[in-house]
Structures are given as C-alpha cells and as structure tokens.
C-alpha cells in the first residue's frame, strides 16, 4: 500500500519497520514529528528526553544492551549530543544505532545554518541523506543494517526541504530483531586511554573499509544523460537539478560521507563539465578538489541559504528569476493572550539589558517589545547573564529562559551562578510547555510523550537545590508585581529566580472571553505591547475578537491610561 | 500541476493541502506537497507548495513556476505573486490580517492589491469568511477555497468532494461538503 507521507513520518515508519526498540530525542525544527510519529507505535519505546546528549547516551546504552535504536534531533543539537558522539564512534554497536538530525539551510527555524555533514567527517561515522519520503524510509533500514554489519552509529541527514516534504510511501510489516546479547568487553564499551588507543586504530580500519564500501553502494546512483554537463548532489538538490537541468548527467550520493571518491574521479572525467550543487558548505567539493578532482562548486553556487530551481536555473543557464514585489514583512509574532508578554512589557519599561534564550519568548526580541539584547544558544541565557555581572557588576540585566529550555541546559548555568556568587536574576516563563516545537511534554509538564502521567519536575524545588534562596513565582499578567520582582531583585546582591508562572494560551480550550475599545482616545499606548488582536485605525484601536482572549490576559486593559478598553463579558 | 498556498500561520493552510493531496492521490497522481512547519506558524506568512502529475521531482515550487496561487489573504497573495506563470490564475480570500509593522505604524497596508493583481493575472476574490459561516462554520473556510480552486482549475469535482470526505472528521462533513459546493459556485 502506497501512502502520503510526511519525510518525517517516513523516518518513523522505517523505524518501525526496521524493527527499532527504543528511540530517545529531544524536540527541534525540522525534525520533531518523527518522534511524535514514533509515539504512536506500541513496539516501539520512545521518549523525550531533557536534551540531545541524554538522548544519545539513551540510544547508546539501548544499542549496547542489544537492541536497534534510533535518537533524533536538529542539527544545533548534535553540537549538544557532540561528546557522546565522538566516543561511540571509537565504541562502535552492539544492536543497530542510527542518529537522525535535521539540518536547516536557510534558517527557517534556527540560530544558525551550521552544516552537520562535518560531524560525520570529525567523529568519523557514515551519513547518508534521503532525497524523498521512499528513501528517507528505506534508509533507515539501510543504516541500521550497516550499523551492525560495520560496528558503527550511522547518522542519517535531512534538510528541511526534505523533513517537511510529503512523498508517497510503500508501507510495510514490521520486521522483529531479536536482542543481540550483550557480552562485557572493556576494550570496546569502557573508553578509557588503555582501550580507547585500540579502538582508535579500529576506527580508522572501519573507515578505509567503508570508503571502499562506498565506492559500489547502490544507494549511490548514477544517471547518465547528456555528458556535457555532469552534476554531483545530494537529498534535496538531487530533486531540483532533475527539474532545471533535465538533460545533465548526474550523480546521486545517498551516502554523503565516506565518499566513493574513485567512482566520482571517474564521473567527473566522463562529462565534459563536471559541477558540485550543494547547499552550505562545499563538503563534497573540497574532498573531490583534494583528491584532485577538477569540479566547480562554491565559485558559482552560494556558501548562504537554500538553494532552488530557480537559482540552479539562473546559474547554470542564465535565466533571471522573477523578482518578489516589495511588501510589508510579516514576522512570527507572539500570539495574543501569550503569557509571556506581560514580562517582556516591563523589561522593555525598565530598560533592561535582557541576555534571553530559545523559545517562543525569543520574540519578545520583535517590535514593539523590542527588549531582547542577547540569544545565542539554548541555555546560554543564564551563563551570560552571569557573565555579563561579572564584568560589570553595576550591569542592570536579567537572564530569561522557557521552561523546557531551562531544563534542557539552563540548570547548570544556574548552579555555576550560586556557586561563583553571582548577584544575576533568572526569570524562568514557565509555560508548561515546549511552545515553540509545537507543544511537546518535557519533564516540567509531568507528562510523556505518550500524554501518561509520570512525576512532574518541580521547578521550584530545583532551583532551591541550587542554593538560590530568593525565588518567587509570579503569574506574568501581574504587571505590577512583576515590575516589582524585577525592580527589587535587580538591587539583590545574590542570585534571585522569578518563576513566571502561565500556562500557554494556545493549550487553553473552549470559548474564550475577548476585550471591547469604547472612547478610545487613540493614545497609542496599547498598541506598546504588540498584542495581534489590537490595530490601530484613525477612529481609534479596535480589537479583533476571534484572536482576543479577554481578561484573562487583559494586558490592555491594565496599560489604558483612560480607561477605553473593557471586559465585553461586562455587557451581560 | 503546481499550485502555490500562501497565507498567514494559524489559517488552517495545512488542510487546504491535505484535501489537494488526496485529490492527487485518488487521480494516480505522483505528488509531493511542502510545508515548513515552526517559527513561520506564529502568525507569520507560511507558503504550502502541491505539486502533482506523472513525475515530481522537486516538492517545492520555484518563482514563475506556479499554475495557481491559492490565497487567504491578501497581503500574502500580493507578496508571492512573482511564484506565478505568465498564464497562472489566482484566488484570493478577501481578507486583511495587519502584519505587526503595520499594526504598529511601521508600514502601511498596501491598499492597491486588488487592482495590481487583476491588471496582471486572471483573479478571482471570494468571500471565503462569509461563504463558510453560510455553510455552517468559520472554520471550512479552507475548503471554500478548494471548491474555489476546483471550478477554476477545472477539476474533477466529485473526485474533490471525495478527497475531502477522506481528509475531515466525520462530524464536520456535512459542513464541508456545503462548504466545498458553495465555494466552487462562488466563481462565476
Ligand atoms: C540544541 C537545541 N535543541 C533544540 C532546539 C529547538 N528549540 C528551539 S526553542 C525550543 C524549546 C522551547 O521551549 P521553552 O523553553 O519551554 O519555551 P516556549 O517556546 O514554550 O516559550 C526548542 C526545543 C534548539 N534551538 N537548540
């Protein structure tokens, strides 16, 4: 049976199929459903776990217990699962392990457009990339066999083009591997310097191996044309260079590291013309230049962003792209009624220096709000924040950080600031939710992936454990209070935590409640919080009641200075 | 055949695709859809690309490459008009959502859309809002649209209206249904 499937869905159902037993991730554009889809599989045990290392170090431990196992991530991820990576690579598998991570060129959805492809080459363990939903599936059971078959983790790579894609899928039955037994053997699973020398040199034995292997793989395909022009690529690109240039000959890398670098010399020297097409970074092309290949890559194509048919055609053909019009941008905005509003309102006020972190609440860094100075990782909020007292005590900043990427790394850097004695303050908006990946459980909602309920991680108490020893929850529409906390905190001589407290307005159910503007003096100061639901007209602000979730927010209400808006409820 | 979703996050543009794929799929259409999910769903400008026939390479559509432009709103319609052939057609929901430099005083609306697409390309501006509360809830508003779609394009309509009784929960599929008919009728 054929079936539409999201890339994403395809990795799981692969998954699946391949008979994996266990998967561990932690949420991130683009590769979040993949886990959401594992979910739903009663054979197979999945997770969210706190961050990427831990879910690595799960996938590792269930690989060397036996069974086939999957752990998945985005691509600035795998710089947090980086330290466990490059040792498993010296370790090898027991059982299957395959390490999915999504890379974003173009930045959809991400702080960097960082090129996961050099992972594989530092940590020395084979990636292959799917170009389609079919082969995204496919090669999940293709990694996983490899995985056993050379004792390696196998990463596979996607790019958002190609997790965010449906295709049509051959669904399948689910093949059972039993568990592989595990036998002791320090000289493979305990890395330290005595065994770790041995594996290192077994390390670099598998990778010869492999890169011969490489060199006959059917998932490395090539597809003679006119020979005028030979392109190489990969995932993506392959999809779009069959489109703008129908007649070049092209080689199809499913396996984009090792390279068959003998198979692609002899490529190259059959067409008159041979071009590396690859988005970021020219992976492919300098290891081909190095081996002494002739190719062209960077020099045409861009180092930033995605590439398209478009400007595959513009390039290669000189046909211009339509240029877009020039129009009002239309940001991501924080939805109306997000609790995380209020806390951003009064640190623009107060003018604070504001070291924030990943989230939803990284909007608060949008007009009008405006009052976010610092991003820079998950989690880096709370180190910077210190960082930035310890140069400058007299500094007036706050750190503020999301729940769930409080958890994921924010945890340590608070421990850091207690124990150095730092006077910073942490605001954790503590939404009950990972917002901005969709809504996932994490540790703080007392939920699983699978919706069961499980112990729910006090965010209190944790940061009490730390030592901190003010710490006050707040409901962040409490714009006099919070004010307040900021205010007094800041003159703190110690490391003070602010639990804004509120759940996320998009998990609110039933009819809500909306605001009316009667009088408006068209003063302009509502508009100051950035709220959707407010625009501003020459007659004065209306508020559009389907996006409007009323008092229960009633951030407008509180900074009218005349009064003019009004709980509509008040007409019954 | 490609057709191009633009809108504003939260407009329920993912359904819109889901119907258009099913269509593809009940037609022995090879198709490939594209959506990028995350950030861009906080009210920012998403874009669905569907494309559909033999073979489909590519699951994204590139600029001069669309047969139709499916619009929610307006300002979205006006911004990926360059998305559009020569002799592509769109249908745009007459609607305004204010970005938030607008809303701010930041930028101002353009308030010459209408007129500036319809001197270029064939359009066509439904009431998608007002036909689905007819129907029987705001929210088929995306599949008014698709009827829209379906008559403009051509498109089998009993095919269509299948795909949709395939993609909605059964007890929203009578409104759907109303909502599919009176949307294809909306064009003249
Ligand atoms: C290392 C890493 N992993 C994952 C992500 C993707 N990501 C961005 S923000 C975020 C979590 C947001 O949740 P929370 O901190 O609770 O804030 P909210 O969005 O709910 O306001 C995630 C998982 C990332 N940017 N970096």
């Known amino acids: 049976m054929k079936k539409l499937l999201l890339t994403n869905q395809a990795i799981a159902q692969g998954a699946y199929e391949s008979g994996v037993r266990v998967v561990s991730s932690y949420p991130g554009t683009p590769s979040t459903e993949i886990t959401e889809a594992v979910a739903k599989y009663n054979e197979v045990y999945a997770e969210w776990a706190p961050n990427e290392k831990v879910a690595l170090e799960v996938g590792i431990g269930a690989s060397i217990a036996g069974a086939r196992a999957m752990v998945c991530m985005k691509h600035v991820g795998l710089n947090v699962a980086a330290d466990p990576l490059f040792t498993i690579a010296y370790s090898g598998v027991n059982g299957g392990l395959v390490i999915v991570v999504a890379d974003d060129p173009g930045m959809h959805s991400s702080q960097n457009e960082q090129d996961s492809r050099f992972y594989a080459r530092s940590a020395h363990i084979p990636m292959v990339e799917p170009a389609d939903s079919q082969e995204a599936k496919d090669y999940v059971g293709f990694a996983l066999d490899f995985s056993e078959k050379y004792d390696t983790p196998v990463i596979l790579r996607t790019t958002t083009r190609i997790a965010h894609s449906q295709s049509f899928v051959e669904i399948g039955e689910r093949q059972e591997y039993p568990l592989r037994p595990y036998v002791k053997d320090v000289s493979k699973y305990t890395m330290m310097p005595s065994s770790a020398k041995g594996r290192h040199i077994v390390v670099e034995a598998r990778e010869n191996k492999i890169k011969e292997v490489a060199e006959t793989l059917e998932i490395n395909k090539v597809i003679y044309k006119d020979k005028k022009l030979g392109v190489i690529c990969a995932g993506a690109i392959y999809q779009y260079v069959e489109e703008a240039l129908p007649h070049a000959s092209i080689y199809k890398l499913g396996m984009v590291y090792p390279l068959p670098i003998q198979s692609l010399k002899r490529f190259a020297s059959e067409v008159d013309e041979c071009i590396v097409i690859e988005e970021l970074e020219p992976f492919i092309e300098n290891q081909l230049k190095a081996n002494g290949v002739n190719v062209k890559g960077k020099d045409i194509f861009s180092l930033q962003g995605e590439i398209t048919v478009a400007t595959i055609r513009e390039k290669m053909c000189g046909e211009k792209a339509v240029k877009g019009v020039d129009a009002p941008v239309r940001p991501p905005i924080m939805c109306a009624g997000c609790p995380h509003r209020g806390v951003f309102y009064i640190l623009n006020k107060l003018r604070c220096v504001v070291n924030a972190d990943i989230g939803c609440y990284t909007l608060g860094a949008q007009a009008p709000l405006s009052s976010v100075d610092t991003v820079i990782c998950m989690g880096a909020s709370v180190g910077m924040a210190h960082g930035f007292r310890k140069a400058n005590k007299d500094a007036k900043n706050v750190a503020v950080i999301g729940d769930s990427t409080f958890i994921h790394s924010g945890i340590t850097g608070l421990i850091n600031a207690v124990y150095n004695k730092s006077a910073m303050t942490l605001i954790i908006l503590d939404n009950s939710t990972t917002g901005m990946t969709g809504h996932q459980e994490h540790p703080g909602t007392g939920k699983t992936l699978q919706g069961d309920i499980t112990s729910k991680l006090d965010l209190y108490q944790i940061c009490k454990a730390c030592g901190v020893e003010k710490i006050d929850v707040v409901d962040p529409y409490d714009l006099v209070n919070v004010e307040r906390l900021v205010k007094e905190n800041m003159a703190r001589q110690e490391v003070c935590v602010i639990i804004a407290k509120r759940e996320c307005e998009l998990l609110k159910k039933g009819a809500k409640p909306y605001c009316k503007v009667e009088d408006c003096k068209n003063c302009g100061l509502c508009l100051r919080i950035g709220c959707p639901a407010i625009a501003k007209t020459d007659k004065g602000v209306k508020i559009d009641k389907s996006l409007c979730v009323g008092v229960d927010c009633g951030l407008c209400i509180k900074v009218c200075p005349f009064n003019s808006i009004k709980d509509a409820r008040e007409d019954n | ?188």
């Not at chain 2, 979703?5 to 794929?21: D, R």
């Not at chain 2, 959506?35 to 001069?64: C, D, L, N």
């Open chain 2, 1 to 188: 055949m490609n057709i191009l979703i633009v809108g504003v996050g939260g407009q329920g543009t993912l359904l819109t695709s889901k119907v258009l794929g099913k269509y593809a799929e009940l037609a022995g259409f090879d198709c490939k859809l594209s959506e990028v999910h995350g950030m861009a769903q906080r009210g920012g400008s998403v874009v669905t690309h569907v494309r559909f026939g033999k073979k489909v390479y590519s699951p994204i559509i590139w600029e001069g490459g669309a047969d139709i432009i499916l619009a929610f709103e307006k300002l979205e319609a006006f911004r990926y008009q360059n998305y559009l052939k020569e002799s592509g057609v769109m249908v745009i929901n007459d609607m305004e959502i204010y970005p938030m430099p607008v809303i701010i005083g930041a930028a101002v609306y353009p308030d010459t859309i209408k007129d500036s697409l319809s001197g270029k390309v064939k359009t066509a501006f439904i009431n998608a809002a007002e036909i689905a509360i007819k129907a029987g809830n705001i929210k088929a508003l995306n599949i008014v649209m698709v009827g829209a779609l379906t008559k403009m394009l051509g498109f089998d309509f009993d095919k269509m209206s299948q795909a949709v009784t395939e993609s909605v929960p059964p007890k929203f599929l009578d409104v759907n249904q109303k909502a599919l008919l009176d949307g294809y009728n909306s064009i003249g």
